[in-house]
């Protein structure tokens, strides 16, 4: 009985003891939810913030964390102020025009006359001559006189081994003898043709001659630069007056 007695005032005890704690005689924490926010809440800590320091980081004296760098990727894709400049073109000079190209055909020249404009070519080759007879004339493709018969004879067999079958030796006095005639034609263009072949099996040293009828009259083409083709025709013009200006014929 004793100590059933004892045990009973020692929970009494501790119930009073808690219900006195539980409501504050202590000096503790007020009760009810009342009482913990003015514990939790201290009004001397309290700042009002303005609208414009929102932003602001929470931290003071915290410094934002820095960007991340650009990857290697993004980096060469966004040029740099100097590249752009440098992917910039430059403006290209405006290269001057090329000369523009001219045709004109001078008729009635004779063949001494042709031969003294393209005399007046000597090495320049930016315009082309070419010169067809108005009557009688034939273009000769011959190897010149050689010093003597015999040696007109050899260089035609060496001639004739070259595949030419037709070449001759010119007996007859005058300008050519000893000459290797090697064909006739009626027209340049198949004289030029003819050369071509000659230089193509190996044959050297022929050349073409115009061979006219006294009194024999030309047309000259002459293609080139513009200006310079000018020039030559105004000379052939001084040259013959009975010459005059004509189309050039078609390509």
């Known amino acids: 009985m004793t ?3 004892t045990l ?14 539980g409501r504050g005689m202590f000096g503790g924490v007020p009760g009810g939810e009342p009482g913990r926010l003015a514990a939790q809440i201290d009004p001397a800590k309290i700042r009002i913030i303005a609208p414009g320091d929102a932003a602001q980081p929470a931290t003071p004296g915290a410094s934002p964390e820095p960007s991340p760098a650009p990857s290697k990727a993004e980096a060469s894709a966004t040029p740099s102020p100097q590249s752009s400049v440098a992917a910039t073109p430059v403006a290209a000079e405006t290269a001057s025009p090329a000369a523009a190209e001219r045709c004109t055909a001078v008729a009635g020249l004779t063949s001494e006359q042709i031969a003294a404009l393209k005399a007046k070519l000597q090495n320049d080759d930016t315009v082309k001559m070419q010169d067809r007879a108005m009557d009688g ?18 260089r035609a067999e060496e001639v004739r081994g070259q595949g ?4 001759f030796v010119i007996r007859e006095e005058g300008e050519h003898r000893n000459a290797v005639s090697l064909g006739l034609f009626k027209s340049e263009a198949s004289a030029q043709e003819f050369m071509r072949q000659l230089q193509a099996k190996g044959v050297k040293g022929a050349r073409v001659t115009v061979r006219s009828v006294p009194g024999t009259r030309h047309v000259l083409s002459m293609r080139g630069p513009a200006e310079r083709v000018g020039e030559l025709v ?6 013959n007056s009975g010459a005059k200006r004509e189309e050039c014929p078609a390509r």
């Open 3 to 5: 100590v059933i007695r």
């Open 234 to 239: 105004e000379l052939a013009l001084a040259a």
């Open 164 to 167: 030419i079958g037709g070449a």
């Open 8 to 21: 009973f005032f020692l929970l009494l005890t501790a119930n009073v003891l808690f219900l006195v704690m």
């Open 137 to 154: 004339s034939s273009w000769w493709v011959n190897i010149p006189p050689q010093a003597d018969r015999d040696a007109a004879v050899r």
